[in-house]
């Protein structure tokens, strides 16, 4: 009898091979540490493992995990000969996926739905960029592979975070809830949960079961400074920047460990702080750029990288850098590094000149184009608030309000109510 995986697909392996690769894999399912680890186990065990070489090659490339990356897809592709024709074709997809070309990675999902890690990767979530920038794409691949999935609590948890993509926050919630109900520990579910908690403004009660799920079943998940930011931004949303302080102090210090997530979750989050009404003594960013290095804030891999080392640039007064960001990414391959974060750059480099009003409405022309930036609506949403800063500071107050009162039919915020009190002319300007 063939061994085979949590979702019954055949290995090419031994069981002892098999059972270090699956338990690495559901590592990666549960986002918590240790699956490089667990699937370099299976190759100590078995280095004639095709879906082990793939595994660590995906994981080196999509996770910044320490492998090479080329030698183990060589590996891969070597021992593939032998294996099944499921286990070729993953070989395969992820090959072509980390050389850019995502096209032969879904084909394979169409064939093989249960195949778990593949779908995962195909999503942007914490863990994985996807294979699309347009988010009706990974929508469908996961609503396509749902059924074959029946009552799987990872499938839900992934289901549950596409819904809340489309803002069905009830049903995410549902969802969700069931997942965590099986899976305590599944990072999936717990992360739908947290955006369906804040777009629907349900602060307080999503702070409280952040912060005890963080605690307890979460307490190893390897995207933990994402889930603190969640629970930050709840406390911004309330306006209680004292707490917010507590926990960048006691959770979210930019170290070496936390690699890009450094830039996206802390560098966010202070730049965020900083603009809200009331704070003061925000912590400087220099040590996130000190983390993230020159490289990654003038030439990121990613749009979404991109996205955040602008506004860090801007919340750093680094003019200069943010005139090369929007260079390079002028004359990247990329379309959307071209289209979107080149402007981007742009618009931010006339806040830091004081062109504030020129900077307003570069960032509303850019509006209905930031989804093309990847991660989430409440990630995109940096932007948008750095288009009110520029709005309050080029004295265009109506314009402001009008901004913050949709935020404000969409999701209550106290910060946003608050925002909304200084959005008026001062003395002097009536003058």
Not at 62 to 70: F, G, L, R
Not at 312 to 341: K, W, Y
Not at 415 to 431: E, G
Request: hydrophobic share 45%; charged share 25%.
């Amino acid at each position: 009898m063939p061994v085979r995986d949590t979702h019954g697909h055949a290995l090419t392996t031994s069981s002892v091979a098999a059972e270090a690769y699956t338990r690495g894999v559901g590592r990666v399912l549960r986002l918590q540490p240790g699956a490089p680890e667990a699937v370099a186990e299976a190759l100590a065990h078995d280095p004639t493992f095709a879906l082990a070489h793939a595994a660590l090659a995906l994981l080196g490339h999509e996770q910044c995990a320490e492998v090479d990356v080329a030698a183990r897809l060589r590996d891969a592709r070597l021992h593939a000969a032998r294996a099944t024709e499921r286990e070729r074709s993953h070989v395969h997809a992820v090959a072509r996926h980390v050389a850019g070309d995502s096209a032969p990675l879904v084909r394979h999902l169409e064939d093989w739905p249960t195949d778990a890690l593949l779908l995962a990767t195909a999503v942007p979530t914490i863990a994985f960029a996807g294979v699309s920038e347009v988010p009706a794409d990974a929508w469908r691949i996961v609503e396509r592979a749902a059924p074959a999935y029946g009552t799987d609590w990872w499938a839900t948890g992934l289901l549950a975070f596409v819904r809340q993509e489309q803002h069905r926050f009830e049903e995410a919630m549902e969802l969700s809830c069931r997942a965590l109900a099986i899976e305590p520990s599944a990072g999936h579910a717990a992360h739908a949960r947290a955006h369906a908690h804040y777009e629907t403004g349900d602060h307080a009660d999503g702070l409280g079961w952040m912060d005890s799920w963080l605690a307890g079943p979460g307490a190893g998940n390897d995207g933990r400074s994402h889930f603190v930011w969640h629970a930050a931004l709840h406390e911004l949303s309330m306006g209680d920047l004292d707490a917010v302080r507590a926990r960048y102090e006691a959770q979210l210090l930019p170290a070496p460990a936390l690699g890009c997530r450094a830039l996206v979750d802390t560098g966010s989050l202070l730049h965020r702080w900083a603009l809200t009404p009331g704070a003061t003594d925000v912590p400087a960013l220099d040590p996130v750029v000190a983390v993230v290095g020159r490289r990654t804030l003038e030439e990121p891999a990613t749009p979404f990288v991109a996205m955040h080392a602008a506004v860090v640039l801007l919340a750093t007064g680094d003019g200069a850098g943010l005139r090369r960001l929007a260079e390079r990414s002028a004359r990247h391959d990329h379309p959307t590094h071209r289209e979107v974060v080149a402007p981007l750059a742009r618009a931010l480099a006339q806040m830091h000149a004081g062109r504030c009003s020129a900077a307003a409405d570069a960032l509303a022309a850019l509006e209905s184009c930031l989804w093309r930036l990847g991660g989430s609506d409440a990630q995109r949403e940096v932007v948008e608030e750095t288009r009110i800063a520029a709005l309050l500071r080029a004295g265009r107050y109506d314009e402001a309000r009008a901004l913050l009162d949709r935020r404000l039919d969409r999701r209550p915020a106290e910060r946003d109510r608050r925002w909304r009190a200084t959005a008026v002319p001062r003395p002097s300007a009536l003058a």
